[in-house]
């Protein structure tokens, strides 16, 4: 910035000369004509006055900041290395210059300069003060002396003339002449009082102060363009952002007031503003804050209003208007969850339901019409959602990440009656196609293996039985694909085998009948065949659609050609599943093992299960911590039909659980929860549910159109005779299936199939044995026992038409079972017993079963404990009696029973 005229000036900013001589006399600069120069010091002078005046004052600090995160690995105390996320925050402030203060630093140092130059102005006029005395003194003296010469010398040339008239003149008008005269004679020598040093030193330092001048104005040059190009670069920045903006009528918050850095550098300063005024500082004292504030809404407002004024209050404003809130409302809801969703109060709702006539605490669930009515009451938005939404979307997004479909490998269970060769037919198999020449030849029971055929992978349940077949169906889970109903060549059929059979029909899980033990001479398996028919099993050699083998578990022969049929049915049946993606498929088994935790067997339905999945099994979920195949090799990833043991859940999931590969934790804890929550439901629900009465209420409402019944008889001629009277009862609306029947007590199995199908199971001179009354007991479910037909038949046939109405139902009070049986003169036959279940009463009716077939209805004649006649008598206690009329035999069973009133449920 060099001296320049005020015209070259105007030219250089653009504009008039009469403006910038205006400028200059504004900024306090005298006034100059179009060809003056202005100095470099005034030109910054005025810089700074225009800067000022046009507020171009921008933000003097500016801080970045800067945050980085990284993983390391650290060893804790205990020895266990972890990761910690390390998080590292970078602060740098830019100062910017202030031009006032450059302005008033300029000011100081001209005021000192112009200081300094009068004190040695002064000073000069002192020392030539004192010198021109000194000289004068000199003179006088001179004078005095040449005075005194003259007196003897008269005449003595011009000098001597002169020295005489100054003599003569002195303290006259002569003395006055040669004052003067000397003074011009002095005048011209003047400059020489400065001495060549001190002249040296003078110039050298004029150097070195122009020298600075010059260095100090370069910087402020430097910096003030330097400053002005990083507000423009802001300006231009924040322009662009918030061109198209709305002004924003409310400041939230958790807004910001400004992005970029010159945000973050407000937010700062509020921030440490806040800190202050929380500490009291004096640092920032309330007029500085108000100087502050009032600042910081200058800034605001000149940044094109961005904000409202209220930003810089440091308070949070509630917001003006009533926020709605789309609710989203499952089939049940707590009141509490309600509130929650509509962010308010649980109060607030309790009170609502009150006004509304319902009384409801904020742990209580309310029904989605309920919940409905509030969140409308209250202003908000109901939004009605399935109660499964949120299995619902994490399976949709689950299979969204399916992909790759190919044909997988059919999952088959082995079924059969006891003895007839399961275990060792899977045995078979998996030694001749797994174990041998095989690595880690020792295989493990997981629940499943797969084997490779010449037809491909089968994979085999090996938890052979109905048991887990129905336990799995009863959850839900379709796991297998086909079942081989193994049938000894030299039994034939036998009870199991028609469960087994009922089974797969239930499930409707195509049927390969394998006809075992064809190595024993014994072996009959036309018999068989002949048999099988009788439950519409009819081979495909005989103009049937099943398929038979003829095998021997022992010898291994027909086992290629058994393999052979599976996979044709497979083929036919062209099972597929999406190769890649997200796993899923069900639980065959889990347990747990100490040390290991729990250890859960799965068969993948869909995609690839992976080592580190996070896997939701049921109401659990956990990170596959380790994989191992059947033969407990650790394996890093499973694909369709492929069974693998995992440990990382946190508990056991219930064998047939579906499970999932989720990313997201967040939802899979959701689904868990909402998984406990529906399973504590459920309980409840089936038990109500398996009761003859709801069920018959359900299919009046159109909720089941077919009544399922397993059905047990004393004798086949009973069964027949029931089979018959129930096929009639069927009707257009409502269809009686009997899902399986058979003659023989209730068996466990019977209940397991029942609860799974959802039938109700009556017994007709016959009684669940004890393993299945317990199962009933767990699963709560009604056993009917009927002795007359026309009593079941009534009972359905009412039901049927909605008018079952059981008023008086038996109940069974107690069951002694008979140890001994004495000879008595006086009661007959005497029973020595003991009560297993319930208690024995005196005067109430009963029955004789043997083998759990009822055999006869009576009353007792006498009840002892000890030879002494008593009413009752406890469980676990022994006692003596006589059934009046009928002589029992060891091992019968004296149930006692009553015929009790019940109220009809609604
Ligand atoms: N001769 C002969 N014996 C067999 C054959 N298959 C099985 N067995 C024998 O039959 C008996 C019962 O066989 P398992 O394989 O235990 O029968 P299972 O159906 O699994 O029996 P449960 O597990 O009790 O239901 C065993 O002693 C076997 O050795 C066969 O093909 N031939």
């Not at 171009?56 to 390391?72: D, F, G, H, V």
């Not at 029909?505 to 048999?531: C, F, Q, Y």
């Not at 009576?858 to 002494?868: A, C, I």
Request: glycine letters at 8%.
């Amino acid at each position: 910035m060099a001296d320049k005229t005020v015209k070259e000036l105007a030219e250089m900013v653009g504009k008039t000369a009469s403006a910038v001589q205006q400028q200059l006399q504004d900024a306090g600069l005298p006034a100059r004509a179009t060809d003056d120069i202005v100095t470099e010091r005034e030109q910054e002078k005025l810089v700074a006055y225009l800067k000022q005046s046009h507020g171009q004052q921008e933000k003097r600090r500016i801080s970045l900041k800067s945050k980085t995160t990284s993983t390391a690995r650290v060893t804790g105390s205990s020895g266990k290395s972890k990761n910690v996320n390390v998080e590292v925050r970078k602060k740098k402030v830019f100062e910017k210059p202030d031009p006032e203060k450059i302005a008033a630093e300029l000011a100081a140092r001209e005021q000192a300069m112009a200081e300094a130059q009068a004190r040695a102005a002064k000073e000069a006029e002192e020392k030539a003060a004192a010198k021109k005395e000194a000289e004068e003194r000199q003179a006088a003296t001179l004078a005095a002396m040449r005075a005194s010469l003259g007196s003897s010398k008269k005449s003595d040339g011009k000098n001597d003339d002169i020295s005489a008239s100054v003599v003569v003149k002195k303290g006259g008008k002569a003395a006055a002449e040669i004052k003067e005269k000397e003074k011009k004679k002095v005048a011209p020598t003047q400059p020489k009082v400065e001495t060549a040093a001190e002249r040296k030193a003078r110039i050298a330092r004029e150097k070195e102060e122009e020298r600075l001048r010059q260095i100090e104005a370069e910087t402020r040059r430097a910096q003030a363009e330097e400053a002005q190009k990083r507000t423009l670069e802001q300006m231009r920045k924040m322009a662009g952002k918030y061109t198209d903006r709305e002004p924003v009528a409310e400041v939230r918050k958790d807004e910001p007031l400004a992005e970029g850095l010159v945000g973050d550098a407000l937010e700062e300063s509020f921030e440490k503003e806040r800190r202050e005024i929380k500490r009291g500082s004096g640092s920032t004292g309330a007029r500085g804050r108000r100087r502050k504030n009032q600042d910081e809404r200058e800034i605001r407002n000149r940044k094109g209003g961005l904000r409202s004024t209220q930003a810089s209050q440091h308070k949070f404003e509630k917001p003006v208007e009533k926020i709605f809130h789309d609710v989203e409302i499952s089939e049940q809801i707590t009141v509490a969850d309600l509130a929650q969703r509509m962010a308010v109060k649980a109060r607030e709702v309790t009170k609502l339901l009150m006004k509304m006539g319902e009384m409801a605490r904020e742990s209580d669930t309310i029904d989605q019409a309920t919940a409905s009515l509030v969140v409308e009451e209250m202003g908000h938005n109901p939004v009605l959602v399935s109660d499964t939404k949120v299995e619902d979307d994490l399976q949709d997004a689950v299979d969204e990440r399916s992909s790759n479909v190919q044909t997988r490998p059919p999952v088959v269970t082995i079924m059969g009656h006891v003895d007839h060769g399961k275990t060792s037919l899977l045995d078979k198999i998996r030694e001749t196609k797994v174990a041998t020449g095989e690595a880690g030849g020792i295989t493990q029971h997981i629940g499943a293996y797969h084997v490779e055929t010449d037809r491909g992978v089968i994979t085999f349940l090996d938890t052979p039985g109905h048991a887990a077949f129905s336990a799995m169906r009863s959850r839900g889970a379709q796991a297998t694909d086909i079942v081989v109903l193994v049938v000894a060549a030299d039994d034939g059929m036998m009870p199991q085998t028609e469960e087994a059979i009922d089974h797969a029909r239930a499930a409707g899980t195509p049927l390969i009948v394998a006809i075992n033990k064809m190595d024993k001479p014994s072996a009959d398996p036309d018999r068989v065949l002949n048999e099988l028919t009788t439950k519409e099993v009819v081979s495909e050699d005989w103009g049937g659609d099943t398929p038979m083998a003829r095998i021997s578990a022992k010898t291994g022969d027909g086992i290629d050609e058994l393999l052979e049929l599976i996979g044709l049915q497979a083929e036919l049946m062209e099972l597929e599943a999406p190769l890649d993606g997200a796993a899923q498929g069900v639980v065959i088994e889990s347990k747990l093992e100490k040390g290991r935790g729990a250890v859960v067997s799965l068969l993948v339905k869909k995609g690839t299960l992976k080592q580190g999945d996070l896997v939701l099994a049921g109401e659990h979920y956990g990170k596959v911590r380790a994989m191992t195949d059947e033969r407990g090799q650790r394996i890093k990833s499973a694909g369709p039909s492929i069974p693998v043991e995992i440990l990382g859940l946190p508990e056991t999931p219930a064998a047939g659980s579906e499970f999932l590969v989720v990313t997201d934790e967040k939802k899979a804890r959701e689904v868990a929860d909402f998984r406990t929550n529906r399973e504590r439901e459920q309980q409840l629900e089936r038990q109500n549910k398996m009761r003859l009465e709801n069920m018959f209420e359900q299919m009046g409402q159109g909720d089941v159109s077919f009544l399922n019944i397993v059905l047990k008889t004393d004798v086949r001629g009973s069964l027949e005779a029931l089979l018959a009277a129930l096929n009639e009862l069927s009707t257009d609306e409502v269809k009686v299936r009997v899902i399986s029947s058979g003659v023989g007590p209730i068996s466990e199995s019977d209940v397991t199939l029942a609860e799974s199908s959802e039938a109700v199971l009556l017994g007709f001179n016959v009684r669940a044995d004890s393993a299945a009354r317990r199962k009933a007991d767990t699963a709560d479910m009604d056993i009917r026992y009927y002795s007359v037909i026309y009593g079941l038949i009534d009972d359905v046939k009412a039901a049927m038409s909605g008018m079952l109405a059981p008023e008086h139902r038996e109940k069974i009070l107690g069951i002694a079972e008979v140890r001994e049986v004495f000879r008595s003169s006086k009661f007959g036959a005497a029973a020595g017993c003991m009560v297993v279940e319930g208690t024995i009463y005196r005067n109430k009716p009963i029955r004789v079963l043997r083998d759990d077939k009822v055999i006869f209805t009576g009353q007792l004649q006498s009840l002892r404990r000890y030879k002494e006649d008593v009413n009752e008598v406890r469980t676990g206690m022994e006692c003596g009696l006589a059934v009046r009329g009928y002589d029992v035999e060891v091992g019968d069973k004296i149930e006692v029973f009553e015929i009790q009133e019940f109220a009809r449920t609604i």
